[in-house]
């Protein structure tokens, strides 16, 4: 499932499209007389359910993350050179990661953490209990300055591993953004107990936080639990710093803006913060990234009814109807592909046209249930660029 990730630039113009006025409206597609087809042996020139489930979900993540850039302010870091340069340095390779629910379409504004860039592929390690039961996410890079919400720019990524008893996990970007910057994995034998360390994070909504602190120690196999009731294990650096949800996933750096260890929990009202040690990540993406890797994701599509159509240009119209979803696929007399049209039971409807090489669409929008629109643009099946404007 493609995945979203956001960062700002000037090239917001290049993403958001307006859909071409002789394109047929969601309206009258579902206006149309069909007929049922007892039996359609190519599905091919349908994406499948999750993928357009998942796409719908993404743009409400992007919405719900989009609303919380204006609140970004560059924050001024006082507590000494090193806390200076390490921020500046590192804030732009740590992600706001923003979920959307793509399993029940109900979307939970809470539900957001922190992410690092590793590499320069661009690939985003996280938390688990970040992620849990989505495979793709919404994700933002620190604007430059104050945020400006019309300048915000998406690109898509997935989940492409995940460990849930070392609470770790790897997202993967569809098309990364030029000049990504990424953070280098620590070794864990430097770490001493005492040492000074720098947190960036998003506790509480407070977006791109910096907070400083000391290693209190190293535990070895230390076990914890969520609310969900998911158990974990690793080897942990117990901290002396100030944790929020929100601070989740994010990097504890040392003095050289190297990665110690991910933030993963917080002891309510104990003082006591706990990361994901740098040896426990170092395998993790190890294994993560090796080239045997899967490049796809399991369809879990239900049972579509087929039909078709005709608009009165002589264009054919397929139509998949599912339980929760319809899906429209117009096509010209000759077979070519010329536009993609869905709806879900909530309302959020979806538009694609401009068919590209990889058997995608070049120009999405997706209208929300409260109206609001996402655009996106994609090169590949999915989009992998997405805007407010």
């Known amino acids: 499932m493609g995945l979203l990730l956001f960062t700002t630039g000037s090239s917001l113009s290049a993403v958001a499209q307006t859909a071409p006025s002789e394109l047929p409206k969601p309206s009258e597609l579902k206006a149309l007389s069909y007929q049922k087809i007892s039996q359609l042996n190519d599905v091919s020139s349908f994406p499948s359910y999750q993928d357009l489930v998942n796409t719908m979900g993404l743009a409400e993540a992007y919405s719900q993350g989009n609303r ?24 732009p390779s740590v992600a706001l990661i923003v979920v959307g629910d793509v399993k029940n379409k109900q979307f939970d504004p809470t539900a957001f953490g922190a992410g690092v860039v590793i590499n320069s592929s661009g690939d985003i390690l996280t938390n688990w209990h970040v992620i849990n039961g989505y495979s793709g996410a919404v994700i933002f890079f620190k604007p430059v300055g104050s945020a400006d919400i019309d300048s915000s720019t998406a690109y898509a990524a997935r989940v492409i591993a995940q460990n849930e008893t070392s609470d770790l996990a790897l997202l993967q970007l569809t098309k990364s953004p030029p000049g990504v910057a990424s953070i280098s994995i620590g070794n864990i034998s430097s770490v001493q107990v005492a040492e000074d360390i720098h947190v960036i994070g998003h506790p509480n909504g ?37 944790i929020n949800p929100g601070n989740s996933g994010g990097p504890v750096l040392d003095d050289q803006g190297k990665l110690l260890g991910l933030i993963a929990m917080s002891e309510e009202g104990q003082n006591l913060d706990y990361a994901v040690a740098a040896d426990v990540i170092q395998n993790f993406v190890a294994k993560s990234v090796a080239p045997t890797r899967s490049g796809g994701s399991e369809d879990n599509s239900p049972k579509a009814v087929y039909s078709s159509g005709h608009l009165e240009n002589g264009s054919v119209v397929l139509r998949a109807t599912f339980s929760d979803l319809t899906e429209y696929i117009v096509t010209e007399a000759t077979g070519k592909t010329l536009a993609l049209s869905a709806e879900s039971a909530d309302g959020t409807t979806l538009l694609a046209w401009t068919p590209n090489s990889s058997g995608g669409f070049s120009e999405w929008s997706i209208t929300l249930p409260e109206k609001s629109v996402v655009y996106a643009r994609g090169s590949g099946v999915l989009p992998d660029r997405l805007s407010s404007k």
Do not use: C, M
Not at 68 to 91: D, H, K
Not at 208 to 235: F, L, M, P
């Open 68 to 91: 919380l850039l204006p609140n970004y302010q560059e924050p001024i870091v006082t507590r000494g050179n090193s806390g200076i340069t390490v921020f500046r340095n590192a804030s």
């Open 206 to 242: 407070k977006l791109w936080s910096y907070s400083t602190g000391v290693v209190s120690q190293i535990r070895n196999d230390y076990s914890w639990s969520y609310s969900d009731g998911s158990k974990h294990e690793a080897k942990v650096l117990q901290l002396q710093t100030a």
